[in-house]
């Protein structure tokens, strides 16, 4: 600001220039320019870092994801079966990922009971063993599913098997329900109410081709009470 001088050619006054105090001078219209925590771009680059490091917890909190297919497998077995058992369930798992194979090595003794509740309930397991005396009994009452069409399609080296005979074991009326049982007598089947049987069918060829049954099994174990009473086996 200027103070003095008048304006005039000639006029000898000289202007003096006047600094005003900061309190006194006039503002501008403008407003002040915001702190640098509070720009546009520096609260942008807050809100994606926090956002990048919620999606990483979420991420790592979510469960590992759900199995495709379930296969559920029940039988009994003693320790040395169910060792091969396990082994070939991790074996079939590797080859078909995203399925998970649910064994269950169910006692002798209360095994019939535990079949008969879960069917009952519409829980069947996919694949099960029986004796071949509960074969016909099951197939006639609908529990089975029907093996005839996809044992004529099997390959070859099965339908010529040693253990082929004793197909008879899990035969009515001239239509196969299930194939032999690796380590007794009795027969491997698959469930009416299987959601997966294709799959239960490939679990069944995997034990014939990896665990062939033997052409003269042994029977299945029937436990005893005190004093040699039998008290009864899957099928009796």
């Known amino acids: 600001m200027q103070n003095g001088g008048c304006a005039r050619t000639g006029c000898r006054q000289v202007a003096v220039a006047v600094v005003l105090p900061a309190s006194e001078r006039p503002r501008s219209a403008a407003p002040p320019p915001l702190p640098w925590w509070r720009q546009p771009a520096v609260i942008g680059g807050i809100g994606l870092v926090v ?10 909190a979510r469960p590992a994801s759900a199995p495709v297919a379930t296969l559920r497998v029940m039988t009994w077995a003693g320790l ?15 080859d078909h990922p995203g399925v998970d194979v649910r064994l269950d090595l169910t006692p002798t003794l209360a095994y019939d009971q ?7 309930a519409r829980d069947a397991p996919d694949v099960y063993a029986l004796a071949p005396e509960r074969v016909e009994l099951f197939a006639r009452q609908g529990a089975l599913l029907d093996l005839t069409p996809r044992w004529e399609q ?34 491997l089947v698959i469930s009416s109410q299987s959601q997966v049987p294709d799959l239960a069918w490939e679990w069944v060829l995997r034990v014939m081709r990896r665990l062939p049954p033997a052409t003269s099994p042994p029977e ?3 436990p005893t009470l005190p004093g040699g009473l039998p008290i009864g086996v899957p099928g009796s």
Do not use: C, M, N, Y
């Open 51 to 60: 956002a990048v490091g919620l999606w990483l917890v979420v991420t790592a």
């Open 80 to 94: 040395e079966e169910a060792d091969a058992l396990e082994e070939l369930a991790a074996e079939f798992e590797d």
């Open 114 to 120: 535990k079949l008969i509740i879960l069917i009952a």
């Open 154 to 187: 099997a390959p070859p080296d099965l339908r010529q098997a040693p253990w082929s005979p004793r197909l008879d074991e899990a035969t009515v009326d001239g239509r196969l329900w299930g194939l032999p049982h690796p380590f007794t007598r009795g027969a």
């Open 220 to 222: 299945v174990p029937q």
